[in-house]
């Protein structure tokens, strides 16, 4: 055991608490946004744009109560709403209990198109109906910056369509996660599944980096509590 | 329109006036930091100064005016007349360190990532253009970051070496690029490295990269690079977190 195993373990505890809150509420959203749906829609067969539109207390809600994501919703495939094309009801916090909906361009033959359907953080999810976390990645044509996307399965009436998440800016979750790493007397990390470090308490282990072989000595432990694959990883100080 | 976020909000960016004033202020004053421009020498006029800024006479005006007022600058009248440079910006260590506070971990890694590239890039064409003649010179300028004694010398001597590299890669865009870098980064990097210790590994690092380029190996180069590079993005994490987290664990 070295000198840091148990510091990271507590880190490692400390981190699956913060996500297993974040993803049950997630679950809570994708609820409130079923139910929110089916009220809108009535008696109503075919959904329209405007019940999704419902699901806006849910999400600002949502974005209330955690403040590290920048924007929350659902993602439904195409026809669900509409035969040509997918949905995705996506609202980002403006201000406290105050959120705007965020434009994605999602017809096929647009220049610029956010072909959402193709991506993992959705497809994963839809397949096989368990939550993840996709990232960090660029978000090209999506929201156009530098994120996380967490996601849960979004049933609607019983019947699992799509998702629900939120989307998470590399930057905030660094003020929450910091200081967690930073009791660790080592380089350690957050690691996603791919083993692309989430982030770091030095400049080691950088954002988007993949770890690959530890060096001797160091560890990697799995983060409790949650299914998502996430990982920390510690190491012996590069420069003291 | 809706909002607009991260790549797109920096298209649209607004430019005003005071901005460009402000922005001629900071590029004087960093080339006058970094060495580029001396004391001594002459501005070019005012209107050759309108036309390379691309700006507005008023503009450039109030960036004199402003260089004047911190005494940067000064205008002499007559036959010998113009504007010439005779005074040192004074670095305020308080914003420098600032800047770098107001850096996220993913925008470190960025510039990082840049530096590194460009870095290679320069190293690379040295290799291939550089003869034994420069390849002194650039030695000769390696070793100034050793013997600089204060945090401007230590600008000064840095940047001369990352200048260099780019003159011997004979390359206009690598050595803008190399310009846009130091101008970002060096006058904060040694402002918080402030120790001798610090400037000692800056220079066997710079010799390391003079060395491969000298036998010219190119994976040495590269790795010479990296290891620079990494080493104070590494030292910078570390002050930026340590002041912006702290904790009573020794690290």
């Known amino acids: ?136 990645y660029l978000d090209y044509a999506g929201m156009d910056q530098y994120i996380l996307t967490l996601m849960v399965p979004f049933a609607l009436d019983g019947e699992p369509v799509g998702t629900a998440g939120c989307d998470i800016e590399v930057r905030s979750l660094e003020t929450t996660m910091i200081p967690i790493l930073r009791h660790i007397p080592a380089d350690a990390a957050l690691v996603s599944k791919r083993d692309r470090v989430i982030v770091g308490n030095s400049g080691r282990y950088l954002v988007g980096n993949r770890v690959g072989d530890l060096p001797k000595g160091a560890l990697r432990i799995d983060i409790p509590g949650t299914s998502l694959g996430l990982s920390l990883v510690a190491a012996e100080p590069l420069i003291s | 329109m809706a909002e607009l976020s991260g790549v797109q909000s920096q298209v649209f960016r607004p430019l005003p006036d005071v901005l460009r004033a402000d922005a001629i202020v900071d ?64 670095i305020d260590p308080d914003s420098l360190r600032q800047r770098v506070l107001t850096l996220s971990m993913a925008e470190l890694r960025d510039l990082e990532d840049e530096q590194i590239s460009n870095g290679m890039a320069c190293t690379r064409l040295a290799i291939d253009r550089a003869d034994p003649a420069d390849i002194d010179r ?63 590994w800056a220079m066997s690092d710079h010799l390391a990269i003079v060395t491969a380029i000298r036998s010219g190996d190119v994976d040495g180069a590269n790795a010479a690079v990296r290891t620079h590079v990494t080493r104070n993005t590494y030292r910078l994490i570390a002050w930026r977190l340590a002041e912006l987290y702290p904790v009573e664990v020794d690290r």
């Not at chain 1, 089916?38 to 974005?63: E, Y």
């Not at chain 1, 096929?108 to 096989?128: H, I, K, N, R």
């Not at chain 2, 001369?160 to 101008?183: D, N, P, Y």
């Open chain 1, 1 to 136: 055991m070295s000198a840091f195993t148990e510091a990271a373990n507590e880190a490692a505890e400390a981190i699956g608490h913060w996500f297993s809150a974040v993803y049950d509420d997630l679950y809570s959203l994708a609820k409130a946004s079923d139910r929110a749906i089916r009220d809108n829609r009535g008696r109503r067969d075919a959904l329209t744009d405007k019940d999704l539109r419902a699901i806006r207390p849910a999400a600002v809600g949502f974005l209330d109560r955690h403040h590290v994501p920048e924007a929350a919703g659902i993602v439904l495939p195409t026809g669900t709403v509409d035969a040509e094309r997918g949905s995705v009801e996506w609202w980002r916090r403006t201000g406290e209990n105050d959120a705007q909906r965020v434009v994605f361009n999602l017809t096929p033959s647009a220049a610029g198109f956010y072909d959402f359907q193709s991506l993992e953080w959705f497809t994963d999810v839809v397949t096989t109906g368990e939550p993840t976390i996709h990232g960090p």
């Open chain 2, 138 to 200: 650039l030695e000769r300028i390696a070793r100034q970051i050793g013997v600089a004694n204060s945090p401007e010398a230590r600008v000064r001597a840095d940047s001369r070496f990352h200048i260099e590299l780019a003159v011997l890669a004979q390359s206009e865009r690598l050595m803008a690029t190399t310009m846009r870098l130091l101008t970002e980064t060096i006058e904060s990097l040694w402002n918080i490295l402030d120790s001798t210790e610090d400037a000692a």
């Open chain 2, 27 to 90: 590029r004087l004053r960093t080339a006058i930091s970094l060495g580029l421009l001396r004391q001594g020498e002459q501005l070019p006029v005012e209107n050759q100064l309108t036309a390379m800024f691309g700006v507005a006479t008023a503009t450039v005006r109030d960036a004199l005016q402003s260089l004047r007022d911190q005494g940067i600058i000064e205008t002499r009248r007559g036959r010998s007349g113009g504007t010439f440079i005779i005074g040192t910006p004074r």
